[in-house]
């Protein structure tokens, strides 16, 4: 069947009542999260991976996927309407967005976020659609050698961009590769690391794990600030959200100069909605013929940014159903719920399981509408979302998070393992470590393992396998090169602040 004939049965699937549901309600809780500071989709999606146990794989897999776009879209709002982002990816919205609030202008900001978005969202699962195939062809050629190459390069990669030094990225890679390693030996069939307790047989659950890492953490970071904030008043008639022709003739370059890198960003292991929204904003900076405004409320600010974290989500989708390697840690949980789920995403993803691939992607192109819709004529209820205090909103997540954790299985154990991992996260992103690498290598670690031990069954215990193929040994020497260069900026900015 030919990609239209594909994409009119992904929409036949996502308009069956029970799965639009899960789209929209998918795509507004998304929007909820990257409204209110500090959750993010991170939390978000760890927050409700148990609640998708109990459903099929499809609808389980539109939802998640609508609140990792979704929260995209409703960053922006507490962006520009507190100076405050509302998830990661929206820092720089800040910067241009707050200015124009400030301005009188919030409306054409917070219009252009929404339409950019739209834009992007829309012309990135295009390019998912585009690219898919032929990157699912080659990885075809992928064995278990190749496939354990490339997990140790994309670990490497996502140790190396984050806040801190790579030497605590891999330190972090290490543990959740470790944790990985409780229950049962999948080449042996033995217990191992459950110390005698039954439940511990099938591993630590990743919900539970991840609720707490990113969901009771942050709860807690939450809980040290007093800072306080002022929500700009926004006009209540559509009309002042849309930007006007100059506005648009301003903008249509970053949407589209963002959306492309984006897009390319998210496809790389290692990259994300982050990286991408900075290095947009870094880029319309180069080739603006004025430079100098950037940072005082002008539009292209806020387009670009904001196409381009709409983008990189949809870039990030093509290496983890393609190949079935998660470029950040939001598709390694989306990696985990679709193993927990018995779907292997990878090479033989859109032979296998082809409906559930086309009504992902279909599910995006209604999702990116019903965010059109949810983003401009609800802003004044995203807005009385923001007033609502603090002291209210934290303890109402820390009961979803206990009630999310004890659900699947109902089971104690899942509560402790999520206080434990939540005590964990803070006192980690207190000391200045990234949590990220470790549920990389906590969802990755099974496939990392049996990659690794059936690489050396083929070979007969021969090492020498990983640079005998070629394609294995190129990921390994861009490993190494990675390290290495990562080696020597360290030790030139160490230099440097000794200079000073």
Not at 68 to 78: I, K
Not at 170 to 176: H, P, T, V
Not at 429 to 454: T, W
Request: aromatic share 8%; glycine share 12%; charged share 10%.
């Amino acid at each position: 069947m030919d990609p239209i004939g594909n994409l009119l049965a992904g929409f036949h699937i996502v308009l069956q009542p029970a799965n639009f549901f899960y789209c929209f309600f998918g795509v507004f809780i998304g929007t909820l999260i990257g409204v209110l500071p500090g959750i993010g989709p991170l939390g978000g999606i760890a927050l409700l991976l148990p609640f998708t146990y109990g459903l099929n794989v499809t609808p389980a897999i539109i939802l998640l996927a609508g609140i990792y776009y979704g929260a995209q879209y409703g960053g922006s709002t507490t962006s520009i309407l507190m100076n405050v982002p509302g998830e990661l990816s929206s820092i720089i919205t800040t910067l241009d967005g707050h200015q124009m609030a400030l301005k009188g202008r919030a409306g054409p900001a917070l219009g252009i976020a929404a339409l950019g978005s739209f834009i992007a969202g829309t012309l990135g699962t295009i390019g998912l659609m585009l690219v898919a195939i032929p990157i699912s062809r080659i990885a075809i050629k992928f064995g278990p050698p190749e496939f354990f190459s490339l997990i140790i390069l994309a670990i490497i990669l996502l140790s190396s961009i984050s806040r801190g030094s790579v030497v605590k990225g891999l330190m972090m890679a290490g543990i959740g590769y470790s944790l990985s390693f409780v229950g049962i030996d999948p080449i042996a069939g033995r217990e191992r690391f459950t110390f005698g307790l039954t439940h511990l047989t099938s591993g630590l659950d990743l919900g539970a794990l991840g609720i707490g890492l990113f969901g009771v953490s942050e709860v807690l970071l939450t809980m040290e600030k007093s800072v306080q904030t002022t929500v700009i008043n926004v006009g209540t008639k559509l009309r002042g959200y849309f930007p006007s022709l100059k506005d648009w003739r301003d903008s249509i370059g970053p949407i589209v100069r963002g959306t492309i890198l984006g897009f390319v960003v998210g496809v790389i292991p290692g990259g994300g909605a982050l990286l991408a929204s900075f290095a947009c904003y870094a880029v319309e900076k180069r080739v603006s013929k004025y430079p100098e405004k950037f940072g005082t409320g002008i539009i292209e600010g806020v387009a670009g940014p904001e196409s381009a974290n709409n983008a990189a989500t949809n870039g990030a989708f093509v290496p983890l159903l393609t190949i079935g390697i998660p470029s950040n840690v939001v598709t390694a949980l989306l990696l985990g719920a679709l193993m927990i789920h018995g779907v292997q995403p990878g090479p033989f993803f859109l032979r296998q399981h082809g409906d559930m691939f086309w009504g992902i992607i279909a599910s995006m192109y209604i999702g990116n509408v019903m965010l059109l819709i949810l983003n401009l004529p609800l802003i004044p209820l995203w807005v009385q979302v923001l007033r609502i205090p603090q002291r209210v909103l934290l303890p109402l997540i820390l009961v979803f998070c206990i009630v999310g954790s004890y659900g699947v299985n109902n089971n104690i154990l899942d509560v402790l393992v999520m206080i434990i991992s939540g005590g964990a996260g803070y006192v980690l992103r207190k000391a200045g470590y990234e949590i990220a690498p470790l549920c990389v290598a906590f969802v990755l670690g099974p496939i990392m393992e049996n990659s690794f031990r059936q690489s050396l069954i083929i070979s007969r215990g021969s090492f020498m396998i990983f640079l005998k193929h070629p394609i294995s040994a190129s990921l390994l020497s861009a490993s190494a090169l990675l390290l290495l260069f990562s080696a020597i900026s360290r030790r030139k900015i160490v230099a440097v602040e000794l200079d000073a």
